[in-house]
């Protein structure tokens, strides 16, 4: 998966490419999609939602420029993969799930893998975990409609935002840098991800 899928197509951070080599993917996946695992695509969890393409995720990772003392926040925690990519790669990961069946999930099997600077909240994160900010990265891991300006708000100067935005059916991954006065854009390339659902995103 890292030599043909990552490597391959251009990720070149090699602490996001050992990490991914040690994360254990197949215990994020359902049952079903064991054999699957390692494959190029995303695979769907539980309750309608998808844990996301290996790809995707070190583009995302990669794209936080992560040197280990970000506080970062995660919104859509999904099955946790994603979050179990950032912890060895950050101080604190602060990740918020809508739906509490998965948070809980994701929260027991990152436990489970070792992974203590983790914390889950189950909320809708298109409000961001205020008492926590400012983040020096903060993750979307939801396809959301415009840019729900708490995250904004919530990043630290320097800090960097990952996200993908655009119609329903197909996203741009964005990253959004803030500088002392304004922010920085730069588009990433195109994505699908199943919708951010919120008060600041899709109404359902
Ligand atoms: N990164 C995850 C995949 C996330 S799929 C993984 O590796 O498995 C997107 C997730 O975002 C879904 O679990 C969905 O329930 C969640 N989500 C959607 N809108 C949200 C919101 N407003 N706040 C928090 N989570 C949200």
Not at 51 to 63: G, N
Not at 130 to 137: H, S
Not at 164 to 177: A, K, N, S, V
Not at 183 to 204: A, H, M, T
Request: aromatic share 6%; net charge positive; glycine share 10%.
């Amino acid at each position: 998966m890292v030599r043909t899928q990552l490597r391959a197509r251009g990720i070149v951070d090699e602490r996001v490419l050992a990490v991914m080599e040690r994360v254990p993917r197949h215990l994020f996946v359902d049952p079903d999609s064991q054999d699957r695992a390692y494959d190029d695509s995303a695979l769907p969890i539980r309750e309608g939602q998808t844990i996301s393409q290996p790809y995707m995720v070190a583009l995302m990772t990669q794209s936080l420029l992560l040197g280990g003392k970000e506080k970062v926040l995660e919104i859509g925690t999904g099955s946790g993969y994603q979050t179990a990519v950032l912890a060895p790669l950050a101080d604190r990961i602060f990740s918020m799930e809508r739906l509490g069946r998965l948070g809980r999930r994701a929260e027991k099997l990152l436990f489970s893998l070792d992974i203590h600077n983790v914390l889950i909240r189950i909320a809708d994160g298109t409000h961001g975990w205020a008492e926590e900010a400012p983040y020096d990265a903060i993750l979307v891991a939801a396809g959301a409609p415009g840019v729900p300006e708490n995250l904004l708000r919530q990043l630290s100067v320097g800090g960097r935002l990952v996200i993908p935005l655009g119609p329903e059916d197909r996203q741009l991954l964005y990253r959004i840098t803030r500088t002392k006065t304004g922010y920085d854009e730069k588009k990433l390339g195109s994505c699908r991800f199943v919708k951010l659902i919120g008060r600041y995103g899709w109404e359902s």
